[in-house]
């Protein structure tokens, strides 16, 4: 299994579960390699059912959301399933602001969000 930096990668049945690791995604350098890590989760390790958990994460920036709309296109060309979980309300006003509330299936929970791929 590859080794992440900016990511944690747990299995949960047949999900694969992402955890950042850091807290502020705002910084180019870090938003670049955190990208090239998840298509890495789609494109090389071939992993279909993706569920990012953003319980760590206070603060996103409009860059990483660029990213998170490219692995979601890149997930679906696949055949896979994107979805996100544990979203801040000062950050899922973000998603809502810019409609991408409507392109991801963001569920409350992890708990929610797994029973949700079922």
């Known amino acids: 299994m590859a080794e992440y930096r900016r990511l944690e990668v747990n299995e949960v049945g047949d999900v694969t579960v992402v955890r950042f690791r850091d807290q502020k995604i705002i910084e180019d350098i870090n938003i670049q390699e955190l990208g090239q890590e998840m298509f890495r989760l789609v494109e090389v390790e071939n ?6 958990n953003f319980s760590s994460v206070d603060f996103l920036s409009s860059a990483a959301l660029g990213k998170l709309i490219t692995l979601d ?3 679906k ?3 896979g ?3 996100l979980s544990n979203i801040r ?3 899922y006003e973000v998603f809502a602001i810019t409609k991408l509330n409507r392109l991801f299936d963001i569920k409350d929970d992890e708990a929610d969000a797994l029973a949700a791929f079922q």
């Not at 992993?47 to 990012?52: G, Q, V």
Request: net charge positive; glycine share 6%; charged share 40%.
């Open 47 to 52: 992993r279909e059912k993706l569920l990012l």
């Open 73 to 75: 296109k890149k997930v």
């Open 77 to 79: 060309a696949s055949g």
């Open 81 to 83: 399933v994107l979805k």
């Open 89 to 91: 309300p000062e950050i």
